[in-house]
């Protein structure tokens, strides 16, 4: 029979009703709401709590209530890893007493035995008080009881706000109900905000005559640091498989001199813990690291779990893979194409213990390298429970670790990736490209509790991909690609040189790039005048000087009377730092509108203060009012307004 | 190391995750969904499996895909109580090998090692087959292996659907995933369909001179059968204190003769196990019960933990009541007001245990004496645990009770009473009387978690709430809301004779009625030329020809272009029966306006797909076409139309 009178109910953020940590990073401010309620009419106070999951002490702060029975509480943490939280509810008989009481006074009603009560009420914490805390208590009951004085003067002391937090810090909390415990991670600020610049090693060399190596990367570092990124993303460095090589342009066979997918992993020159020969050796590697740390970089590998016909397991390990009735290996397929030149590990196989093993070794084997980044390549195609058990296992050794779900799938497919460990994911962002599109995508990104678990990383092209809106849009669709991405989420990257020097020219039938680099190598020249380099490196600029923009809380959409603008707002909700981001959609015609903003989600307090918006595109500042105010855009001169928006004092 | 690789998340019907029951009635369709799905291309099956908590073997029915990865399965119950489900999900290689076998086949590629992998797979299942599967497994098996014929030839048999059930009712669903366990509670069917009708025993004499007795209600249970109400529901039927008895009009002080209200329960005469001596005895009590069986009628009995000051609880057990520094009991209050006759039980006192089993007693005593439904007042100022463990138990003991919840409090509240166990719930019905205010709360009440705890019971008016609506919005308010409450949710009910008798004036000041019955005797002519029995006849006449409005499934809103026309329609999902309501919320004057309906919604499968609407109201038929119908209602007529909806064949 329990005297918990306090219902907590929704609590938020839950993943799965807690059965998944909900993702922060260190820093952050987590907000945490739940419903909080009694019976009758008593007035309640909630706080939560929270802890490294073994530890026996709670640290807590209070909540406060917001509307219909909803709580909420803030803290930060500013340790990696586990934790969890639970959320408290008491009845305040104090504050309970101290509410009725005023309302007593006020009707000229209050009588002795209406004060007895609240000194029977300081009586109860007395014991538990401070020597300093209790010596104000007693003095607030003696008040209380001294029928000398008037009823008012005998209260107004023991009614004041101050005396309930002194009665409130005091508190047993008899009967207080504690809900169940939830898990949170927190992973290291980049987790939370990157800036990604993907290249391929190979085609970075000067000479044309030779392909590229670490060596001619590190010549790179320079450029790409100066475009504003922190992390450099290399598609996998192992050893190209020889069987069965696929050649330019997808050729199902390659021709001589064929350099080869470097998805195709393994040859007799080694697997997923070697590095191809021809990009140099492991110490090469190591000063790649090193030069990128010189440089604000860091190293983002890309692990791709499968193997070319010729990679070690296949011989060492024929049980992790899959056997066909003749005894062949089974080789990739999508019925009816046939990707012989790829073999899939076997997530049934009976040694799946040694399979596991063999694929954390691999991780393990980078980590000890120096990399802490891992862009995971297609990790729909293996089983859920090895990524839990993998990225869990690493994670709690190596709680600095960021792993990048790439999965282009189904969205239920893709959240469970990130609720069951990825700290990043890609999204379907390349392709959408209309305003009811983009609303509504990242409404349920960042306004559904999928926010709780899911950090999106937006990718305007990668080497799989050249959307049509890229191929046929011209330099509008790319700048407006590169503001979206780049303002929309705070974790974002660009597939380059391609990006920024505008290739749009896609094999016949294929949303990919035509001579793609992922079958041959390639040679850039980075300083064509039409690079865009400078508006990169503007836009990055833009996103390190606003803290709006390094997180993905405080999201808004606004809305704006033209289908081709497209206008939202993201709040910091630590430094109040705003920034309104409107963008034609439009990659060829000026457009324009009149907004109609959501003041509140802009920090605006009352409709007719003024406030500047200062474009940070553009340049340009101006002073609007309200609601309603015009916007014009020339995708020829820039397809989108940055504002960063500051109120004049109220 | 687990080789589940279905996840199965997002379950519904799911009740705070699965901790409290969702509720269901004997006979419903109860339509259990999951996101399911697993990593990679494979095909998957899902069942959904229940039995009774701690039976050892599953029943199950199969589930199906919808859009996104969701799947839906139904199944029916028709046993009372408690029950378990979870869903089960597997990946069902055979049919991917079908899939993918099928599309070689047609792009010509399908090679004999393709064939054998089918062979294979059924090999697998052999062993678990029945002697007449095994038979026709093996010749299938052999088909696929009989090299001498074409790979058309044969896969065509193995490749049909019918193959691809009959391997998979044998397959050992080889790492399913298993759910975890939701609890349901079935009820009887009155829980989800009920018609009330409230009434004062003491104001049924047909002799102004005397009050009303049981036998008088015995007398009335005609009338209220004509009109179609299957539920009695009594206010308090106990000992009315004597010690500040309110009198007339909610009067301080009662004069000489006033009887005081019902739910100023206990007296010398006795308490909550008594019946109040005017009206009769136990004996007569028990009359009463059999003659509503005899007229299809149900008696419901009010419950209202509290005490008046001479209720005997008080004397024998003054530990369940809170006591004030003076030792004197407290009263009930909301400050600054004082209702000295009352005494609120205390539900943190020292002996829980012994008011908790009196307050269950109290269900006992009156389950015993042939009562099954209970409604309980102001169940929102007595501890939720109270309830639980209460009602619980009362539910396990006797599966076939219904509690409705008299709560109109914050809603969070309300739905937490509904969580715990009411089996229904009174609502806001009253006070919605704006278009967007119904289409909120019904959306709120039909379209999300909401509905799988919480059953609506909607009262136009109770001896409490005469709404402003009411006071002085005519017979056209009157016949609005009836139809409203009636038709929106399965379960309504209305306080007469005042609501048929259209009583609509107030006490100066309060939304409650002038000479309110709860603080004395009232005699009623029931044969006024105003009265609305025929309308609320033909309205339960209405609901008790169609399944859709005995269930609050299949909701859906309209829309239509009038702001005073309101729209919706339910459909049983057994049956198809559809009805769909057009509310003209203007009490005075005609409005018109053209629909844009959901289609679908009303089972209209065909854009151009005639249908008869027919009004139960008003009598007529329209043959419709499409989303957009003019509809035109007089107050004056009829403020609604009830359409049943019968689509013509297609």
Redesign the interface.
């Known amino acids: 029979?329990?005297?918990?009178?306090v219902?907590i109910?929704a609590v938020s953020p839950s993943v799965?009703?807690?059965r998944y940590p909900a993702k922060t990073s260190r820093g952050e401010t987590i907000v945490v709401e739940a419903?909080v309620?009694?019976?009758?009419?008593d007035l309640i106070r909630a706080a939560v709590c929270w802890r490294r999951p073994g530890q026996r002490r709670w640290t807590e702060a209070p909540m406060r209530p917001l509307l219909?029975?909803r709580w909420r509480g803030e803290f930060v943490l500013d340790d990696l890893g586990r934790y969890e939280f639970r959320i408290t509810g008491w009845i305040d008989r104090f504050g309970s007493w101290q509410?009725?009481?005023r309302?007593?006074l006020?009707?000229g009603?209050a009588t002795?035995?209406d004060l007895?009560?609240g000194?029977?009420l300081i009586d109860d914490v007395l014991g538990r008080a401070t020597t300093e805390d209790a010596d104000l208590l007693r003095a607030l009951r003696d008040q209380l009881l001294d029928t000398s004085a008037d009823a008012d003067q005998r209260a107004s002391a023991p009614l004041s706000p101050e005396t309930g937090e002194l009665v409130a810090r005091n508190d047993e909390r008899?009967?207080a109900t504690a809900s169940d415990r939830y898990p949170l991670r927190v992973d290291r600020e980049r987790a939370r905000f990157s800036t990604w610049y993907e290249l391929f090693p190979r085609s970075t060399s000067p000479d044309p005559a030779r392909s590229g190596t670490f060596d001619d990367v590190i010549d790179r570092l320079p450029y790409v640091q100066a475009l504003g990124f922190d992390v450099l993303y290399l598609p996998p460095i192992h050893p190209i498989g020889k069987v069965h090589r696929k050649g330019r342009n997808n050729a199902v066979a390659a021709e001589a001199g064929d350099p080869g997918s470097p998805w195709a992993i393994g040859s007799d020159e080694g697997g997923h813990d070697a590095v191809h020969p021809e990009l140099g050796t492991m110490d090469d590697f190591r000063r790649l690291v090193a030069a990128c740390d010189d440089h604000g970089l860091e190293l983002a590998l890309d692990i791709a779990f499968q193997c070319a016909p010729d990679h070690p397991w296949v011989r060492e390990h024929p049980e992790w893979f899959k056997k066909?009735?003749?005894g062949?290996i089974q080789y990739a397929?999508?019925?009816?194409k046939?990707y012989q030149d790829i073999y899939p590990l076997d997530?049934?196989t009976e040694d799946?213990?040694g399979l596991?093993n063999a694929l954390k070794g691999v991780f393990d084997h980078w980590i000890a390298e120096g990399v802490r980044i891992f862009r995971v390549d297609n990790p729909?195609?293996?089983?859920?429970?090895?990524w839990e058990?993998c990225l869990n296992a690493l994670l709690d050794e190596h709680p600095d670790l960021i792993f990048l779900s790439e999965s282009f799938t189904?969205?239920?497919?893709m959240q469970?990736l990130a609720?069951i460990g990825f700290n990043q994911s890609y999204t379907y962002f390349a392709w959408k490209n209309a305003k009811w599109e983009l609303e509504q995508y990242y409404a349920e990104l960042f306004l559904t509790e999928v926010r709780d678990y899911f950090r999106p990383n937006s990718w305007p092209n990668t080497p799989d991909i050249l959307t049509e809106f890229l191929q046929h849009g011209g330099r509008g669709a790319f700048v407006q690609k590169l503001v979206l991405a780049a303002t929309l989420t705070a974790n974002y990257g660009i597939y380059g040189p391609a990006f920024e020097l505008m290739l749009h020219e896609a094999r016949p039938g294929a949303e990919e790039y035509l001579d793609n680099e992922k079958y041959e190598v390639r040679h850039w020249d980075l300083d064509q005048p039409h690079s865009l380099a400078e508006m990169i490196r503007l836009v990055n600029r833009v996103r390190n000087e606003n803290p709006a923009l390094q997180q993905d809380r405080g999201f808004a959409l606004h809305a704006i009377d033209n289908e081709q603008l497209f206008a939202y707002s993201k709040r910091d909700p630590q430094s109040g730092n705003t920034v309104l981001v409107v963008v034609n959609l439009d990659p060829q015609w000026k457009q324009a509108g009149t907004t109609w903003l959501d003041l509140g989600a802009l920090g605006i307090e009352r409709d007719d203060q003024p406030f500047t918006v200062h474009d940070r595109i553009g340049g340009a500042r101006y002073t609007w009012h309200g609601r309603s105010n015009y916007v014009e855009l020339d995708p020829n001169v820039s397809p989108a307004h940055v504002f960063v928006v500051e109120p004049h004092p109220a």
Chains 1, 2 share one sequence.
């Open positions: 029979m329990s005297n918990r009178r219902s109910r799965d009703g807690g419903d309620f009694a019976d009758s009419h219909n029975d509410r009725d009481t309302k007593k006020d009707a009603v002795d035995v007895a009560i000194a029977e008899r009967f066909r009735p003749d062949s397929e999508n019925p009816p046939k997530f049934e799946a213990e596991w729909h195609t293996k089983a859920f429970p090895f058990w189904r969205p239920k497919v469970e609720r």
